[in-house]
């Protein structure tokens, strides 16, 4: 059963959005910010369990992209197409799946969910996969990785 209209349209307030209250600082529970552009802030996930595992997420609080215009959309796109050749260049996995979803956050996010070589290509992807918690030396040496493939770009 889905949510309650009560309950989506607390979930969709920008007011008690987690998104919005996090994205933009450098580390949060979740993620540690690669970069900012007009459109978007890219986090690297703290959980590992796919090496490169990254999420782009869209400054302005909307839930979907129907909401964007058609400059914000090209924006947006640009911003997870340039994440995934970051993606790409620094962890060089065998494809990248592209999920948008944003029905328990309900704020336009794209997750880029590596898949490398020991994962089963017959399996649906899972974020929730793991977690495996990258060690802070670990995941500090992904960030900076990441950020000179982005700026490279």
Known sequence: MWWSDDEWARLAAEETCGMCADAHLPTNEHSVLIARTNASYVR??????????????????????????????????????????????????????????????????????????????????????GPILAQSDELEHSVRALQRSWERL
Not at 67 to 81: G, H, K, M, N
Not at 88 to 109: A, C, E, N, S
Not at 110 to 128: E, G, K, M, T, V
């Open 44 to 129: 690297l996930a703290r959980n590992q369990a796919h090496p490169g595992y990254s999420i782009v997420i869209l400054r302005e609080h909307v839930t979907g992209l129907e909401d964007l215009s058609p400059s914000q959309l090209e924006a947006f796109w640009a911003d997870v197409q340039r994440a995934g050749r970051a993606v790409q260049q620094t962890f060089t996995p065998k494809k990248i799946d592209y999920l948008v979803m944003g029905h328990r956050m309900p704020h336009l996010h794209c997750h880029l969910l590596p898949q490398h070589a020991a994962d089963d290509p017959r399996r649906n992807p899972d974020i929730s996969d």
